[in-house]
């Protein structure tokens, strides 16, 4: 029998509201569509796509945080049997820090400015288990080790700006790890790191998963960690997801029009899916002499087309693509989930 899922979202729909003096009521921008997935425990599971695509607005919504004038319009988002748009706030804020924790993608914002590194650490242990001062601070100093912060008894007395940005981004990742949490949020975690900071950090979460059966949804920009850590992936675009399927299909065979353009902008990526993933290009010449790009820009809330919405920069559009949403069907298995006429045509 197949595992039950540790988070189960339905329909989700995010969506913003302004008001327009030439038109009646309100005008509704929606920055996540009709979002569907699972994640089971001790799994990992990656949001990937532009800036602008839903990502970080996925996030929010499953932590009850869309910032006003946002709101979520539609669906349900089931976390151990509890539909966390219908639970009361106080509940949910017993889950946040405990149960599911965050790992945000700027530090300054998620740290406070005015207290200590290890009075944030100790107030994140104490609303949620009940420790003796020493035991609090011993967990803190561990989690520092953990997470790569040299000389950790000292760092534990020091402000933010004492710290370097990376250093931040590790002290904001102790946080989230330190009540061993059943789901991590992780909104870029590694992106202020050097290389090796990152292996470390990815290493710990990965070891995480393993012991604790701790699920995962990473959002990033980076394909390569998404490569090594990830077990599904989905990408996503103008809020919608545009392809989905476990990681060696997607980079074996991508197949929307949006996934291979991500890939391509990755210098000699897009030519080493094409030959095998574990295949080194040999020859100077299979090489791209130039970085490629995707052409425009990602829709705004406001201004999404009709029909596809990524029919404004697909190089392979035709009259159905302007016209009608193609469905997310199956593509070359049941698993492999694509939302282009293209696919479904075939």
Known sequence: MAERPLLEVKNLTVSFYKEDPCLPGRLEGRAIEDLSFSLAPGRTLALVGESGCGKTMTAYALMGLVPEPGKISGGEVWFQGKNLLAIPER?????????????FQE??????????????LEEAVSAHRKLSAQERKRLGIELLRQVGIPSPEERYSDYPHQLSGGMRQRIVIAMALINRPDLIIADEPTTALDVTIQRQILNLLNRLSRENSTATLLITHDLGVVRETAEEVIVMYAGRIMERANVETLFDNPAHPYTRGLMASIPGLLSRVAEGINKKVSSAQERPKRLKTIPGT???????PGGCPFNTRCPYTFERCFRELPPLAPHSCPNHLVRCWLSADK
């Open 298 to 304: 990602v829709p705004g809330l406001w201004n999404k």
């Open 91 to 103: 509940e949910l804020r017993a889950l946040r820090g405990n149960k599911i924790a965050m790992i």
């Open 107 to 120: 530090p300054m914002t998620a740290l406070n400015p005015v207290l200590t590194i290890g009075n944030q």
